[in-house]
């Protein structure tokens, strides 16, 4: 399609179409159910290499990167720069919210097959390449702070039935 166009056009529809596909992903993405988002769907499962999240901290050194990148946060959304509350509930919404966020980024990443529709392999390749490294950061930052959050909720919740059975 764009095959016979020149670089600049090339690149202006494609930032174009790239916009709107995010803004298109975004906006469903904010307005669908919020159990499609339930951490105990296949894709938000822990695989068995991340090893609970070590792979983020030993291996890509998340702690070291992971703060300098922009987040997204909606109105009453939630920051990645501390918790505001550490309730059972809090953290549950927290954590649906990261799945949330993982599946944004996941979908964002399947503009690459429009890119190699519309465009010559190369150009498609480069913007693809530009295009994973704007996403998968966010999906790894996604997952690996919702395994931190999972540990923390599933201290508090035994820490809550330790409370109750020393009451009773």
């Known amino acids: 399609m764009l095959r016979e166009q ?3 056009n090339i690149l202006v529809i494609n930032l174009l179409l790239g916009t709107v596909w ?3 992903v975004f906006f469903l993405c904010v ?3 919020t159990k499609h988002f339930d951490e105990r769907k ?3 499962l822990p695989e068995k290499w991340e090893r609970g999240g070590k792979f983020y901290t030993n291996t890509l050194k998340i702690q070291k990167w992971k ?6 946060i909606g109105k009453d959304g939630f920051s990645k720069d501390h918790l505001d509350d550490v309730s059972v509930d809090y953290l549950n919404e927290f954590i649906m919210e990261t799945c949330r ?4 980024h996941r979908l964002n990443c399947f503009f690459a097959v429009v890119l190699f529709v519309i465009n010559d392999f190369w150009v ?3 913007l693809t390449i530009c295009l994973l490294v704007g996403n998968i950061p966010f999906v790894i930052i996604q997952r ?8 923390l909720r599933d201290y508090m919740i035994r820490k809550q039935e330790r409370e109750i059975r020393t009451e009773s």
Do not use: S, V
């Not at 703060?67 to 997204?72: E, N, T, V």
């Not at 966020?101 to 944004?104: A, D, F």
């Open 144 to 151: 690996y702070n919702r395994f931190r959050l999972q540990k």
């Open 101 to 104: 966020g993982e599946w944004n």
């Open 6 to 8: 020149p670089i600049l």
């Open 22 to 24: 995010h803004y298109a």
């Open 124 to 126: 498609a390749l480069f």
């Open 42 to 44: 296949r894709m938000y």
């Open 31 to 33: 307005f669908i159910d």
């Open 67 to 72: 703060d300098a990148l922009p987040q997204h």
